[in-house]
């Protein structure tokens, strides 16, 4: 079926500033809207609500999202094709899914775009008024032979007007297809007029899901806005920690700032021929200092360093304390 539906359709040439985009947002596998864009050229965006085949989609089309197309945020008229292939069923509401699928993503699709509207003949009639309304320049055709007798699936193209209308005679002709015999869709070669579809400007363009995926959220922020800036993603995502050495050999008070800021919280030195454990602590002590009155004790509050060290080959342990005796 992709193949009779492309040949009605002319092939785009487009990159570097413009874009042709497609939209499929009952995409399942993403098989036939794959298919249309290799025959015709475009990018891909696709929705599907089986976590199975959304799995498929995202592998086949360039732009993919997990959910009902009613639970995500598209951008209007950012699209040139909207390929629609709704359930067969009726919505929450008790309303035909195909009709709301239609009005709900007509938005979509910019002024000038092409509807490729796959659905059962007879479901026609309900959305006659809407088609002939939104679209012009409609035409339809039924499912070959073959294919035909199991859904009774029909092909309807339009073109989508710059502003809805109210056009009687249009209605009158949709409401005729839901019933009366349709010709099938022509194959490559019997199609005396193409139809275009349109460019427009390249560049990203809104479609995301309501919900909230953490990790699809820190993606974007690291591609894009105030994350991309050079200092702060540094700060954020610092790079491996890599081994320095110090300019001059540390003194006393160097090791004891080290132990208070945690460097050397239980940590593993391995030379080569020793392989030690080492953990520091800092901790207040009180002394006493001189006083001029000698029936006054006068103290005072110091910080006092110890490091313990254990050996992992021998098991000696070793502790190198500055203070003389511990609280």
Known sequence: MGARIAALI???SHG??????WLDPCAGTGAALRQLADAI???????????????????????????????TRIEEGAFSCLFLNPPYDVDLDAKRAEHTFLTGTTKVLRPGGLLIYVVQQRRLALSARYLAGHYRDLACWRFPDGLFERFEQVVVFGTKREEAVSDAAGRATVESW????L????????????????VMP???????????????AAAEARRSGVWTHAPLIERLWPPEERRVRPLMPLRRGHLAVMVAAGFLDSIVLDSGRQRLLVKGRTYKVWVPVYS????????REVMRTSV?????????VEVVDTGAARP
């Open 10 to 12: 002319r092939p785009v």
């Open 16 to 21: 570097g500033r413009v874009a042709v985009r």
């Open 41 to 71: 050229g475009g990018e891909t965006f696709g929705i599907e609500l089986e976590a199975d085949r959304y799995e498929e989609a995202a592998g086949a089309l360039d732009h993919a999202l997990p959910g009902s197309a009613f639970s």
């Open 178 to 181: 839901a019933s009366e015999p």
């Open 183 to 198: 010709p099938a869709l022509p194959v490559a070669g019997d199609v005396k007029q193409l139809r275009t579809l349109p």
């Open 202 to 216: 390249a560049g990203d363009v809104l479609f995301t899901s309501f919900s909230f995926d953490p990790a699809e």
């Open 292 to 299: 001029p009155d000698p029936e006054v004790e006068v103290e």
């Open 308 to 316: 313990t060290v254990l050996d992992l080959r021998s098991g000696a």
